[in-house]
């Protein structure tokens, strides 16, 4: 089974793994695919994916956010949801036996979080992911980061994610991605991610204050990432125990670019750039996908079409009760 780690590279090195359970299970038409996390922003769309594509899915949540984002499957007699916690062994060895695919998608997520409870963070990123069995950090963003980068963790949540990839590379039947920053819709919404905060933060605030706005990141669409791991399933003979990152290639742009781009969708958007103040999160690299294009697969969702799929969430969504009128 493969146990397939993301990496959201969004967040320092989050792996996100693969792992296959049985070599031989392409050959059937459809598999069993065990999703931890599966009502969360990125668990919520893959569950989604493999269940168009034919497959069937286990999908694991505490539901600490809700159910919300999981209803729209409840009709497919494909789907089967289980309200557990992902590190409770007894309860998770029989879902792992019955899976042909692992994606442990529950996760601590984000520097600040995992900052405010790293026992949580270590115990859920990190040994749940050993029971079923971002890295990058601080760069120049002057060279491209590859698979072969060493890794430089600056939070407890890329740490714990490196140290996971590392382990589970260790182990049979395994691909991990390494995530560019995630951006898009999804059923359960996260603001806090970088081109969702600038494009909410347009739209509702009109305004914005960049702290180094040199900084660079990588960007890759939610539904780009779904798609990518539904090809590393079907392609896993050939991609095992191999690192991927995924992101789009056109999108290592720094903050002030990225705000630029938002602008170009919000004319109004005004933008401040303050050389007083730091940003606590100083992951700084621009990334190259070369090795998952020549894996077969390459991101196609461009900030070009997610900052209008943003811009019109957000006005469905609406304002905040909590935020000034």
Known sequence: MPVFSPCIRGRPAAEHFIQRRYPSFMSTPSFTVLITGAAGYLGSIVSDHFLKAGHRVIGVDNLSFGSAPLNHLCEQSAFEFVRE???NESAMAGLIKRADVIIPLAAVVGMPACQRDP??????NLEAIRMVNSGYGI????????????LDP??????TKCQAEIELLNSNNTITLRLATVFGMSPRMRIDLLV???VHTAVTDGYLVIFEKDFKRNFVHVRDVADCMLHCVANSTRMVGRPYNVGLDSANLSKAELAMKVKEF???FYVHYSEVGTDPDKRNYIVSNQRLREAGFEAKRTLETGIPELIKGYRMIGRSPLKNV
């Open 85 to 87: 916690d992902a590190r």
């Open 119 to 124: 026992w949580l963070a270590t115990s859920l």
């Open 139 to 150: 760069k120049s963003g002057n060279s491209f980061c590859t698979e072969e980068t060493p």
């Open 154 to 159: 600056i939070s407890i949540y890329g740490q």
């Open 196 to 198: 969702n905060h600038f």
């Open 266 to 268: 919000v004319p109004n």
